[in-house]
């Protein structure tokens, strides 16, 4: 296993179980305090989820699938068909997604699980029917990014443009509340970051970050989760109206075009 098994509260109504899977995947246990039941985000690996609802006490209901791939919704199947209690709402914005019951198709849908507010934030790019899922109470939220948003990078732009990436980033993602977690769907923290000080080698910000994830990583601690806030300081995906960043692209004053180039360049970059 990449990481450690690792518990966050999040005031008193809700916590995550941050469930690592594959190599690098990340699936998250969200349990609803009042109600003691609980959502599952992207469960590759079935019987580990189980597990966890075991160990936790609390009653599965929810399939909270950020995209389709296989990695994230390959689970589905098996988790529905090893399920023994009530039929589980199976979220999704993708009809290649196996098991869906609720379809997203438009962003900003509310959802309830238990007696949590889940919103559904439309991020095409990734893939077409790519959706986060925003999470809040009175004390707190965290939004699940799947592929879209990782802790100093973002996905590749497999069925979208930088335009979408764009609007995904900064237009949604960068609206919600700078306390808010981040949880991603895989552990690319380090070489996000080793990218992001190529870009910005002067971002102490960023310095600090990758110390900080560099001594985590060493002991086997998830890096999740960032937060909001941070990713507008550290991620250059984030940053993308940041004229320091547009320099290094060439791109003065074309935010997309700089978000268009700093992906090829994070895809050809060697450390």
């Not at 998250?28 to 469960?43: C, G, H, Q, R, S």
């Not at 996000?192 to 190529?198: I, P, T």
């Not at 290094?248 to 997309?256: A, E, F, K, M, Y």
Request: proline residues 4%.
């Amino acid at each position: 296993m990449h990481s450690n098994v690792v518990m966050k509260e999040f005031g008193s109504k809700f916590k995550i179980q941050v469930l690592p899977a594959l190599s690098d995947n990340f699936m998250y246990l969200l349990i609803d305090n009042t109600t003691k039941e609980a959502a599952i985000v992207d469960p590759v690996a079935p019987n580990t989820v189980w597990e966890a609802v075991k160990n936790e006490n609390v009653k599965l209901t929810t399939v909270l699938t950020t995209h389709h791939h296989w990695d994230h919704a390959g689970g589905n199947k098996e988790l529905i068909t090893s399920n023994s209690g009530s039929p589980l709402n199976v979220i999704g914005g993708d009809n290649r997604i196996d098991g869906l019951t609720t379809i997203i198709d438009k962003s900003g849908i509310e959802l309830k699980m238990g007696s949590l507010n889940i919103k559904c934030l439309r991020t095409p790019c990734h893939t077409s029917g790519h959706v986060c899922y925003y999470v809040y109470t009175n004390e707190a939220s965290v939004v699940f990014t799947g592929d879209t948003l990782f802790l100093g990078g973002c996905g590749r732009f497999f069925e979208g443009t930088a335009q979408q990436m764009y609007e995904a980033l900064i237009k949604i993602l960068s609206q919600l509340p700078d306390n808010t977690a981040v949880f991603c769907g895989h552990e690319y923290a380090i070489q996000n970051l080793k990218f992001s000080k190529h870009v910005e080698p002067n971002n102490v910000h960023l310095l600090s970050l990758l110390k900080e994830i560099e001594i985590k990583r060493k002991m086997n601690e998830p890096s999740v989760p960032s937060t909001i806030g941070l990713e507008k300081l550290i991620n250059p995906f984030m940053r993308v109206d940041e004229e320091s960043i547009q320099k290094v692209t060439g791109t003065i004053g074309d935010s997309i075009e700089t978000m268009k180039i700093l992906r090829e360049m994070k895809n050809d970059f060697k450390e």
